[in-house]
């Protein structure tokens, strides 16, 4: 398995960005392609920040078409928002949000690639180093965290606009406040946030209990054609589903809509990992993978080209269904079982 990211920012690291961020009349401030709360919460915070500093940053990411997840639609700070087509082709300062690999960019890569200066915030184990410089913490719960430290760093005031983006990742990485990645820190910047006067209780039903009808009867076809295969992931067990591209469309929903497929498939007390697959229009497979605990699927899903966290992590998958499951089952076979 490949070894993980283990080197926290220092003091010189973090002094190089603020000055990077201060300096720079319009940087591009990136999410990740199909952006969660953490990559968009954490990119518009900081492009939010900025502005209050005189500068005009502009927010993007790599889709095409370049559309704003439903269920993150209500974040302030959208008219920061630039189309990949709209960027200026030169852009010499670039920082990227939550983003482990350059290849998570999309259609920015190569210009991010090609930048004076790559600036990488995320906390991601699975990142691959690439950037001229970063700030890097695997053990921050979220990358809105690191977002949080450099707005405090630039001296910014946090209002409620930019601690509704910051609360929006870190619930959404969090998995509002039940993933082992909850320490006690977590909750003291929850608190903070929330005594700016933030919509809590709105931000959480706008991301998880709010959905068009669609969805359930999308979930209801997932869950029924659901697969337990008890003796993969070396006896652990592993539950899988997938979600058809005509189910989609006969149910007149995106993509973006099926996440949170995931969250009900994992129930299942048999299987150590869950898997859902969902297909795009083109025929691959965005893969969603998670683990109870003794698995490490963010090594799983780096071998297979892709990464994310130690419970919870994917891929894309550009073979047929059945080669895609075969080296999944493949890859959480050879997967070394954690202690604990």
């Not at 983003?99 to 960019?105: N, T």
């Amino acid at each position: 398995m490949t070894a993980s990211w283990d080197q926290r920012a220092t003091e010189a690291d973090w002094t190089e960005v603020v000055e990077l961020a201060r300096s720079t009349p319009s940087p591009l401030l990136l999410a990740h392609v199909s952006p969660d709360g953490d990559a968009l919460g954490s990119a518009l915070a900081v492009g939010l920040a900025l502005r209050e500093l005189g500068n005009t940053p502009m927010v993007s990411f790599g889709d095409d078409p370049f559309v704003v997840p439903r269920i993150l639609q209500f974040l302030p700070g959208q008219e920061l928002l630039v189309a990949p087509a709209d960027v200026p082709e030169h852009t010499p300062v670039v920082f990227t949000f939550d983003a482990s690999s350059a290849g998570r960019l999309g259609l920015h890569q190569e210009r991010a690639e090609n930048a004076e200066a790559l600036v990488v915030v995320d906390h991601h184990a699975s990142y691959t180093g690439f950037g001229t410089h970063h700030v890097v913490e695997p053990d921050s719960p979220a990358t809105a965290v690191m977002a949080l430290k450099l707005i405090d760093r630039l001296g910014v005031r946090l209002d409620q606009a930019m601690a509704t983006c910051i609360y929006t990742g870190l619930i959404t990485d969090t998995g509002s406040f039940r993933y082992a990645a909850t320490t006690p820190h977590v909750h003291e910047v929850a608190a903070r946030l929330m005594a700016t006067g933030i919509k809590h209780d709105a931000i959480a039903r706008q991301l998880y209990d709010t959905a068009p009808f669609g969805f359930v009867r999308v979930l209801g076809a997932a869950l029924d054609r659901a697969v337990l295969e008890t003796d993969a992931v070396g006896g652990l067990g592993m539950v899988w589903t997938t979600v058809p591209v005509s189910d989609r469309v006969t149910a007149g929903i995106g993509i973006d809509s099926v996440e949170s497929v995931i969250d009900a498939v994992r129930v299942a007390q048999e299987a150590e990992v869950a898997v859902v697959l969902k297909e795009h229009e083109d025929g691959t497979y965005r893969v969603s993978m998670r683990s109870r605990g003794h698995i490490d699927v963010a090594q799983v899903n780096i071998a297979l080209g892709g990464g994310g966290h130690r419970y919870a992590a994917g891929y894309t998958a550009t073979c047929d269904l059945d080669t895609a499951m075969a080296n999944i089952r493949a890859a959480l076979a050879a997967a070394p079982h954690l202690q604990g």
